[in-house]
Structures are given as structure tokens and as C-alpha cells.
């Protein structure tokens, strides 16, 4: 059982938008048993997307669209599907129905080109999309199913929740069961960890995978086991997974293969804290992260975003002289932004940034991509210097995770 | 001349890492003269991979890709470009230094799968990677190229522009000259700008593509031209354009195609202005956003994420009858946040957030998804109430935006 996704749209090959929605609908449909082999992007070429689906359905059993159904022009995925699938447009009431209610709530006029949304192939199910114009449509073929979704995120996450996901898993048994489990590993390289389960790898049986995907100072380890009997799979990943402890004793950060800041968030949870951040150089990603957590605000009290020196004084509290004396990038200021922001927010533990994410404002000893981190819990303090390279957005990314793994630590001790 | 990009990982398909990777390629290649066509991502299975490269090769005359040559067991992309061009593995004493180098700077040990990292396939020109142990691959084959690169990013952006680009200009003229032209349009859905662009829209000449991209708010509207003749290109674009402004008079927010806090950063330097954010349910997004541009520390002075209600208070200053009265998602606190951020910052002018980003905390009159912005300048004072709908993540992101481009809006007027 393979399944692929084309996404469609100029945008997606030019680099104007950048394709979250195929890795959103690979991680769903893996967890539900359709894992995702093959993925193509196509522009807004005819010919390209008949290429790319004749492709797609000649290899997998269910191919997924997503994009270039819109009202306009450059949109082609509809008429390119009658041409593949030899069908003919008709105008659906029900559709234009949704189309209505959709307009009429938010008080818009209709007018022709959201009309002619309401035409659908006549080859297809179609699947009606409550949270757009763009009806949702399926089609079937010598027993392979295509279907074509909008390409805007939340109509798309919609119908593959409530509509796609729940219409494949009644027409497949997939017979492939998948299980992926992955472990934080910290202390290690990608290539010394490797070198470290070299015999453990050996010993896998053919069915089982292990995958390195090394980030911010941690390497997430993936096991995958596929197979088909899911019970007897069960026992042999269990198996492996204790042996794989053995191995990894005192290096496994988190069992789970969550971004830190959810792991953050249920640490929290768990012992009844509250967190704050001050930041410089990360400049609120923290903050944003660990807002992206929904439930959040059991949790999370505030941030102070310090990029002026001024507003580390004034809002934060931080001495003068600790600025004067040893910079804005140093252990001094950061420990004493960490220490502040849990008075100044009222919170239980925080997080501080100061670094230098460039371009500019690197000098010889504390060059672009140096990043002082504080993690503070009551009195308890931890700080460290990074240096994360010289890429402004790689620092951010890199100094945001790792202050967030050094608090999840500090709260782990 | 057709380009294409294979990224390699089963991490892409199953949705563990979202492919940023390409889209940035993408826009490289495309102002380079260099058009992307073509998309593909395949996991760790040498078959799938050697069919993605025949494939591409057989379609395109630039081929390249990324992912799969780290140091470990499942990456398998140097093996399967063995196969591929029939090559044999050497040992590269240059690409070892190079790795030597590497390990003393950062005081690590090479171990035998690093020093592998050096064997490299005998059928390619070996480009030197000193961002990290694996070096990039280019390959020729009858006039066709094909060019292996990290997954990494930091070392796959470092490799596209100081080498494979300069490569490709010298190896190939593409003979194609492409121009983009986006315009941010505010004011109409995308829809009602497609019907008061339709006449406009069929005087195009064959070689000329409007594209309507909606995004918070805005739609970006893409004018695209294709053409052999570099110079009688521009003078017919000029030409597009001047009819499009007369038609969309008072309605263009922007003549750039940039993220709206690059924009907003601008106008921020053009003036001489400062400005903060006081953030609640966007958590300090807005923040993080305006941060991500270069040079932000010379008008960006920080924040107040205020996601307790007591920050609002005591950080803040906003009054506790005001949130009383009205409650934290209100036009009153919405618009204390920001004229209260000005002064806790000392900046010129301010966004300020204030909403239920959900999934709970909705109430009947304030449902999820409704967030109250304010812009303030001065005096000047915007606000605004938006229905962002169900999803937490869009909710956060769409308000975002909005806020910046309100700001945008405001300083402008």
C-alpha cells in the first residue's frame, strides 16, 4: 500500500511558500498506516500535473493533491482531472449551497468566479469543504483513489481529518503496519552515536530501521519496525527498545519525539510551574514556541524581549555596571536576565538569551553566532556560551531550542 | 533549460522535518534564471531514489539534490550515485583535511564513520564543503548535470551560493529570461480582484502569467513573464505594470514582494523609528518576526509579552478596571497595551495583540479565534477586532501579520 502527494502551484517551486502542508499529511498518514513513499511538487503546468499523476497512480495505490483549486486563472488541478479522468464539468447545488452559507456568514457577495467553483468534475465523490469555496474531490480508478484537496492549510488539515483520512482507512486495509519510535539522545555526535550502536544495528532484524536526525545538541534516534502481524510486532520493537536503553543509559534526554518545547510544557504541567523569558538575540522565538503549545497559558506567564540594553535595565532590572563591565554577551547578563525575568514575571523558572546573531556586530573574541544561555529555577542557575555559526536564522533556531532543552534539564536534575 | 530538485529522507515523507530546503533553492535558482520545474522527495530506499534521478534526468538538464549523505547507515544517496554513474569509491586526502581542520577548530575526535565521509565516488567533480565533514558531489553526464549536496541547511545554503550556483552560470546560459512582478493588493478577496482583473488578464500576452496569492489580509499578485530577449522584456513588462497600477489605484500596499515585517522594518529605517510589540495571544511572534531581519536592533527596541493578565498589569501598566471591565480580549486593553508599550519601551510606535487563540477559552460572544489588534504611533491610534477562525497556529500566525501590516498601514497614512 503506497501512497504519494502531489502538491501543485509556481509558488511552491519558486520558493514563495514553502510546502508545510505535504510533511503535516506525511506525519497523519503515517500514524494511521499510509505511509508516504513519493512526494512531487509540479507548477501550474497542465502537462506537468497529468505527467506527475499518471506517474503517481501507475506507482501507489492512493495519490493525495493538494493546491491549484482555486477561483482563478492559474489554478488547473480542476480541468486537469477532466482531461486525466475523461470527465465533464456540472454545476452541483449542494456545493454551491456550501458556497452560499460560507458568504452569507461573513457577509460577502458572491460573484461569477466563486460561483464556478461550485462546477465539479462529474467522474468524482465530491466531498463538500465547510471551511471554503473549493469543494474537496475524489476519484477511483481500476481500484486506486486520487483526491483533491485545496491548498490552503486549514481547509485541507479539515478535510483530511474529518473526510480523507477517515474514507481511506474504510477503502484500504493498509496491511502495513509501521511502527516508528524515537528517542532524544544527548551527549553524542550523529557519527558517534552510530559508531555506538554499530552492533545494535547489525543485529536488526531486515524489517527494522534506524534513522540519525541530529539537532540543536541532540540526536533524534528513530527505530522503525514494518511489518505485517502488528502483535508480533509489538514484542520485537519492545525488545529492541530495552536493549537500546541499555546501550543509551544516562544519554536519552526524552522518550518521546516531541519538540522541546512541548516536552518543556508538559514538565511544567507535571510539577505545577510557572515560566518566563527575557530574550535578546532569539528575539521572542522562545516565547513564541513555547506559546505555540496549546494550554500554554497554565503554564506561561510572560517574556520580556530585551533588545535594547536600555530595556534590559529598565524593564528587566539588570545593573548597569554587569552591562558596562562585561558586555550585553555575557555570563553576568545573562544569569541576571534569567534571575530577573522570574521576579519581574512572577514565575517559577526562566529562560535567557544574549548573543550576537549577526550579520553584523561580531568582534574578534565574541564573534557573530556566540549565544549566552541562562536556565533559572528558584536559585538554581545554569549557563553556558554556544556557538552556533553565522547564519543569523540558524542561531535563532538553534539558541531558542537549546535554551529550551537547558531548562527541561535543570527541571530533570 | 529545466532544472530540478530531488530532496532525499524518509524524515521529509513521514513529516518529522518540513523541506525548507527546496523552497529556498527554488528561489535562488529562479532570480538566477535558473527555474525549478520540478519537485521530488523520496526516502532512505536506493530504488526510489534511482528512479527520481532517472527521472529528472531524463526531463531536466540540471539536476540536484539534497539530504542523505551524513555519516550514518541510513543515509544512502553517495551508494546510489555509484550505481547510478557506474562509479567506485576513493579516499579524497583533500576532502579529509578538510575534515581534520574541522574537528581540531571545534576540539572533536575523528572517528572511522567521519573518516569515511572522505571516500568519495570517482565519477564526479569533488566540491569542498567547510561547513561541515560531507562534501557536495557534481556530477556530468552528456551535457546534463546532477549535483549531491548536504540535507544541512547551513552547509547546503553555504555550497548553492559560493559554488553550485557560480558553476551552473558558467556551465550553462539558460537562454530563458524570467521576470516576477508581485504586488501586494489589499482590499479585495481573491476572487474580486481576478473579476477586476479579467480584462486585463486576456490582454496578456501568451508569455505573461498572473498568479493571485492570498495571504492575512493581502493578496500578493505575481506577474510573470518568460521570454528569450532579455531587453524587449522589460520594456513590455514596464508597460503591464503601469496598466495594472491604473487599475488597482489605492489599493497597492506594497510594489516589493517581502514579508511584511521586512517591509514594515523599512519604512521603520526610512523614518527614524523605533518600535516595540505588547503581545498576548501571539506570544511574541510578532516579536520574533520582526527580529529575523538583519539590522532589526537599529529600530527594534523589544517587547512585553503579556500572556498573563497580571504582566499586562504590572509590566505593562495597563489599568486592572480597564480588564475588569472589559476583559483581556477588548478594544480598551488592546489599545492600553499599546499606547502602554510606547512608553515601558520608550519607542515611536507599537502593536499590540490581544485574542483567544484556543483550542479553549472561547466564549459565546468571544469565540475562538477572535483577536483584537491596535497599532499606535504617536497619538495614532488603530484597532481592529478579526475572526481568525478554529485553529490555534493559523490564528497566531494570520494575526501576526495582520498586526505588522497594520503598523505598515498606519505609517504610511
Known sequence: MNTEIITIGDELLIGQVVDTNSAWMGEQLEKEGFPVVWKTTVGDVGEHLLEAIDKALSRSQIVLLTGGIGPTKDDITR???????NSELHFSEEVYADIKRLFEHSGRKINTLTRNQAMVPDACTVIRNYAGTAPC?????????????????????WLMMNEVIPRLK????SGVYI???????????ESELALALKDFEMQLPSYMKLAYLPQAGVVRLRLSAFTG??????????????????????????????????MLGRKLLEQGLTVGTAESCT?????????????????????????????????????RQALRSYGAVSRQVVEQMAMKAIRTLECDCAIATSGIAGPDGGTPDKPVGTVW??????????????????????????ASNTALIMLLRLLNE
Chains 1, 2 share one sequence.
Not at 474531490?137 to 488539515?157: C, D, H, Q
Not at 517574556?303 to 524593564?315: E, F, L, M, P, T
Open 137 to 157: 474531490t475524489w476519484f477511483e480508478r481500476e481500484g486506486r483513489v486520487l483526491v483533491s484537496m485545496p491548498g490552503v492549510p486549514i481547509e485541507m488539515k
Open 179 to 189: 511502527h516508528h519510535h524515537t528517542l532524544w539522545v544527548e551527549g553524542y555526535s
Open 79 to 85: 480541468d486537469t482531472l477532466c482531461r486525466y479522468f
Open 373 to 398: 544561555i541562562a536556565a533559572a529555577y528558584g536559585e538554581q542557575l545554569l549557563s553556558t556560551c554556544y556557538q552556533f555559526g553565522t547564519l543569523r536564522e540558524m542561531t535563532i533556531v538553534r
Open 170 to 173: 474504510s477503502a484500504f486495509h
Open 283 to 319: 528575539g521572542g522565538r522562545i516565547a513564541s514556541l513555547i506559546t505555540s503549545i496549546p494550554g500554554s497559558s497554565h503554564y506561561y506567564k510572560g517574556s520580556v524581549i530585551a533588545y535594547a540594553n536600555d530595556v534590559k535595565c529598565r524593564v528587566l532590572g539588570v545593573k
Open 229 to 262: 502481524n502488528d502483535g508480533e510486532l509489538s514484542d520485537v520493537i519492545a525488545g529492541q527498545h530495552v536493549h537500546l536503553h541499555r546501550l543509551l543509559a544516562g544519554h536519552i534526554l526524552s522518550e518521546e519525539d516531541r519538540a522541546p518545547e512541548e
